[in-house]
């Protein structure tokens, strides 16, 4: 292996988790000016990798809104490592971490189509109840049971092929 190469990433993780996979092929609109991935599509794919996982557990996050449930991002970081070009597969691979208090965190790595970490991502969410008006929302300390359920899942990693996510 070259200095400047980074090895293929396993879906089991070293704690024997496995991961949630998404992959998408980066878009015009996904990069700036000069055909580099725009740093604003790394958090939406994120995004969307996670709510597919919670919908491949049978929970959909717009069921969640319906009852007046979001789960906003309260902190977010993302580690750099190569560029993703425009017409380059990416692979958003994830695994649910265990509750910090009220904040459920998420860890992903995205992957260029050999495999090699372009990105590495720590996202934490937390419970909210939304209200008529902003001062109305409240930030929930436990968890619906439908909601439990499923973070429990997500956490264990798909079982059954449902390992890809599909749109």
């Known amino acids: 292996m070259k200095p400047t190469e980074t090895p293929a990433v396993a879906l089991i993780d070293a704690e024997g988790a496995r991961a949630w996979s998404l992959t998408r092929r980066v878009l015009?609109?996904?990069?700036?000016?000069?055909?580099?991935?725009?740093?604003?599509?790394y958090v939406a794919w994120l995004e969307e990798a996670r709510v597919e996982a919670l919908a491949a557990v049978g929970l959909a996050y717009s069921d969640l809104s319906a009852r007046g449930l979001e789960l906003p991002v309260v902190s977010l970081a993302i580690d750099y490592r190569q560029a993703l070009l425009h017409g380059d597969q990416v692979e958003i691979r994830s695994w649910v971490?265990?509750?910090?208090?009220?904040?459920?965190?998420?860890?992903?790595?995205?992957?260029?189509?050999?495999?090699?970490?372009?990105?590495?991502?720590?996202?934490?969410l937390v419970l909210v109840a939304m209200g008529s008006a902003p001062d109305q929302r409240r930030l929930q300390r436990r968890l619906p049971e439908d909601l439990e359920r499923a973070v429990a899942a997500l956490a264990m990693g798909p079982v059954d092929g449902t390992d890809v996510l599909r749109s």
């Open 28 to 41: 015009p609109q996904h990069t700036d000016h000069a055909g580099v991935v725009w740093h604003g599509a």
């Open 97 to 124: 971490e265990p509750r910090r208090g009220v904040k459920l965190p998420w860890r992903s790595l995205l992957l260029d189509g050999k495999g090699r970490v372009a990105a590495e991502a720590r996202v934490e």
